[in-house]
């Protein structure tokens, strides 16, 4: 048994620390977030260089061939710094599609372009009525030839509107929720008949909402079989919990962190605040509530790393825990900071915003404990 | 033990709903939605004033309404389950009992009236950047120069000074003795040189707040209310005003109402919210807490009908008030999902694709408030143990 990060983990960890540190600091992140594009190109290209966008492809496809810890590394790094530049949206949902279902044509036709940072991309899974269920999908794909003509419309899609590749989940058989005919392709966003409305996220992501109307795809752009989606889907869903977990753990961290130091250094009453007791107790829970949403991540990821289908039930439990305990630590750090905690100014809030996003990502407590309790309590 | 109402107090009641129902109308609604939130909150407590029920806790002969306490907590209930906002409390619930019960003739005569009309619209200068929790440390000075006081320093948190005509502000006037000793309650004209107003953004991505900065700001001797280095008691009197109605159980009942009308429209997995056992859980331990809160108001209610007033116990009411309504809050946002994150406030349903993820997220997001301001949780707590359990 070993929790240790490799060299090479511990590398990239550091890198991007030190990017956050020298080139990311809070009024930079909050300039680019009020930019136009809602990212920063030159941060964006930086990723690039430094490898980052790389890791977790494999060497044939060009990339690092790094696994699961390395991507709970550079998420938890991410989290760390409040890095609002699309990692998540392009190298782990498109990416980790292409992974999974692309054939090689696919894989050499994107994966050097997200690689070299020229590809920005989304997966467009949710729609209106649709929830945290990833089956229930109304936008369809109909097959004339030896293309397909999608139709529908997806919401509040991560980087929707800087992406320029986007996948999209659409229904080529079978009716609303069915798990079977479900299909992915992956569009340019320029494409005739793609139209989308933006759709600003209180945590700085620039998402949008993605009309398809009559939009021509070539089925070489299906990735994997037609109608059977849902596996892929699946298996990315998991990947993609863990990274924003990964995530979330890095926000809670700093969240800590900084709580623990203005508790230190504010004073009212002629004393550090940090010296009166009911505040002190807290905080100590809320150090014990970092850890052990560490501990869970550390079990899923390492569970994953064995066979990323044993991880399931870990992961149910992962993102219930991330829930509780994500709250506990932004409501805590948000109140102890009084009224500095209530502005816009301070990171305190946009930390405890995107930890709000991760938690109702990809189903939320109440969706994940009864995804838990049916599985380990099914008779 | 009986909890029905008396026969008046029902006839009350009716009053009460006939009056929302032909003045809080559709077009008010929107228009408090809207960047005309100013005028619009003054039009509705314009008309309150036309009514005479602008100024429930004020005695008659001000101008008050002059009712029991449980037709006040009639009227709260029915306000707050229409989602009727309050009386912005800067003027009739704070600056205006203060005048009376400790201004001079002459001050009553010139600032109550265009508080009750509402055509004054005050801000509250207590919190300093130095002075939060520990309000008694305030640095703000006035020095006396002839018939004026001079005002320098800097205000923090001020709600809504962006809109405010005067101030109310806590200044100190000496050094000597113990820190409460030398403070003085003063008005001040928020068009005196030397006042600057900054605005800050709010978690909610509102402008809410503001600093105040005051330079050499001249302003009359006869501005003082009560007695100078005798703000402090004003101050204090002025907190028990601000601790009452502050469980706000109607609006935790409205929410809770909210949420179970929008649960069964939202579909997971084809069943409708309302349906999943995990969800029913959290709504039914929400509304059980808030059952027991609402008698716990109804005891504070029946004991200071009874003659008493609400003393330290109130803050037990302001503990669990704030904490159930950011937990109603709270569900709102999770039942709203994915849109809890969408910011801007006037998207059409039809682009966004949902009704209420914004408003949820600003009501959530500025809630976070409610145990920070008038006297923090953390404050409240200390109060209960050192006076009401006696624990120093
Ligand atoms: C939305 C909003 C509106 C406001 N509007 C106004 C306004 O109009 N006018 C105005 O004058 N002020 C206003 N305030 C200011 C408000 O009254 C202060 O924020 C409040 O008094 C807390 O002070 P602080 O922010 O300096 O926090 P601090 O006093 O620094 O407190 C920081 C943390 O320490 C805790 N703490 C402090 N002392 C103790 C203790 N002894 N024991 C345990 N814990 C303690 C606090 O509870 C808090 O969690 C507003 C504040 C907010 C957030």
Redesign the pocket.
């Known amino acids: 048994m070993n929790f240790d990060l490799t060299e090479e983990q511990q590398m990239i960890r550091d890198s991007i620390a030190r990017f956050v540190q020298d080139d990311y600091d809070w009024d930079t992140r909050r300039a680019i977030a009020a930019s136009d594009s809602g990212m920063s190109d030159k941060a964006w290209s930086t990723f690039a260089e430094l490898g980052w966008l790389s890791i977790p492809f494999s060497e044939e496809d060009g990339g690092f061939g790094g696994n699961i810890v390395d991507t709970m590394v550079i998420m938890e790094e991410i989290g760390k710094g409040l890095i609002v530049e699309p990692y998540f949206p392009t190298v782990v949902l498109l990416g980790g599609l292409l992974k999974r279902a692309g054939n090689e044509g696919q894989r050499s036709a994107l994966i050097p372009g997200i690689i070299d940072g020229s590809v920005l991309g989304a997966f467009a899974y949710l729609e209106r009525q649709s929830r945290f269920e990833m089956a229930d999908c109304l936008t369809t794909a109909t097959a004339e030839g030896d293309s397909y003509t999608i139709n529908g419309e997806k919401t509040v899609v991560f980087n929707g509107m800087n992406a320029n590749k986007i996948a999209v989940l659409a229904r080529t058989s079978g009716s609303q929720s069915d798990r079977e005919g479900l299909s992915l392709f992956v569009v340019d966003a320029d494409a005739e008949g793609v139209s989308r409305i933006e759709v600003p996220m209180m945590d700085g992501q620039r998402c949008a909402n993605i009309r398809f109307d009559n939009v021509k795809v070539s089925a070489d752009m299906r990735l994997g079989t037609e109608g059977g989606a849902m596996e892929t889907v699946e298996s990315l869903v998991r990947e993609a919990i863990i990274a924003l977990c990964a995530e979330a753990v890095g926000c809670m961290g700093t969240l800590n962190a900084k709580t623990l130091e203005y508790t230190k250094t ?1 004073e ?2 002629g004393t550090a ?1 940090g010296s ?1 007791q ?2 002190q107790h807290r905080m100590v829970d809320t150090m014990i509530a970092y850890e052990q949403a560490k501990s869970l991540l550390f079990k899923a990821v390492c569970e994953f790393k064995e066979d990323p289908a044993s991880a399931d039930l870990t992961i149910n439990a992962l993102k219930v825990l991330i829930d509780r305990n994500g709250k506990q630590v932004y409501g805590e750090a948000i ?6 905690g ?1 502005t816009d100014e301070l990171d305190i809030g946009h930390y405890a915003k995107r930890l709000m996003m991760i938690i109702t990502s990809f189903g939320d407590a109440t969706y994940h404990r009864a995804q838990y309790a049916a599985k380990a309590y099914a008779a | 033990m009986d909890i029905s109402f008396a026969q008046e107090d029902l006839a009350f009641r009716d009053e009460v709903r006939t009056f929302f129902d032909e003045q809080f109308d559709d077009e008010l609604v929107s228009r408090l939605k809207s960047e005309d939130f100013k005028e619009a909150i003054v039009d509705w407590q314009q008309r309150l004033f036309k009514k005479g029920w602008i100024a429930a806790n004020w005695p008659v002969e001000y101008g008050g309404t002059g009712w029991t306490p449980t037709q006040k907590y009639i009227y709260e209930s029915e306000r707050s389950a229409r989602g009727i906002p309050g009386v912005i409390p800067f003027g009739i619930g704070m600056v205006g009992p203060m005048i009376y019960q400790f201004g001079t003739p002459e001050q009553k005569e010139k600032f109550l009236p265009g508080i009750l009309n509402s055509e004054v619209w005050w ?5 300093e950047p130095g002075a ?4 008694a440390s305030l640095k703000t000075k006035a020095e006396l120069d002839g018939d004026h006081y001079v005002i320098n320093g800097a ?1 923090i ?3 809504y000074a962006q809109y405010a005509d005067w101030i109310f502000v806590l200044v100190r006037t000496s050094n000597e003795g113990k820190k409460q000793e030398g403070i003085t309650f003063i008005l001040v004209d928020m068009k005196s040189e030397g006042i600057k107003v900054n605005p800050i953004i ?1 978690i909610d991505n509102e402008h ?2 503001n600093e105040v900065e005051f330079n050499n700001v001249r302003v009359p001797v006869e501005n003082v209310v009560g007695e100078v280095n005798k703000g402090w008691t004003v101050a204090k009197a002025l907190l028990a005003h601000e601790r009452t109605g502050i469980a706000d159980v109607a609006q935790s009942k409205r929410n809770i109402r909210l949420i179970k009308e929008a649960a069964a429209k939202e579909i997971n997995g084809g069943r409708p919210l309302i349906e999943d056992p995990g969800f029913q859980a959290r709504i039914a331990d929400l509304e059980i807490e808030i059952m027991a809160l609402e008698f716990t108001d109804l005891r504070t209610i029946a004991a200071m009908a009874a003659g008493g007033f609400p003393g330290p116990e109130s803050s037990l009411l302001k503990i669990k008030g704030t904490e159930l309504q950011q937990a109603t809050q709270e569900l709102r946002m999770e039942l709203a999902a994915y849109y809890q994150g969408v910011l801007p406030k006037y998207m059409s349903e039809e682009d966004l694709g949902h009704s209420f993820g914004p408003e949820a997220r600003v009501s959530y997001m500025y809630g976070r ?1 409610s145990t ?3 006297g ?1 949780n ?2 409240q707590r ?1 109060i209960i143990a050192k006076y009401v359990l006696g624990l120093e």
Do not use: P
């Open positions: 504010r009212q009453f605040i009166f009911s505040l109140q102890m900071h009084g009224g500095m209530i | 801000c509250q200068g207590y919190s939060g929790s520990d309000l205000k948190w001020t709600s709010g809410n707040l408030a920070i301001y008038g923090s953390e404050v200390n």
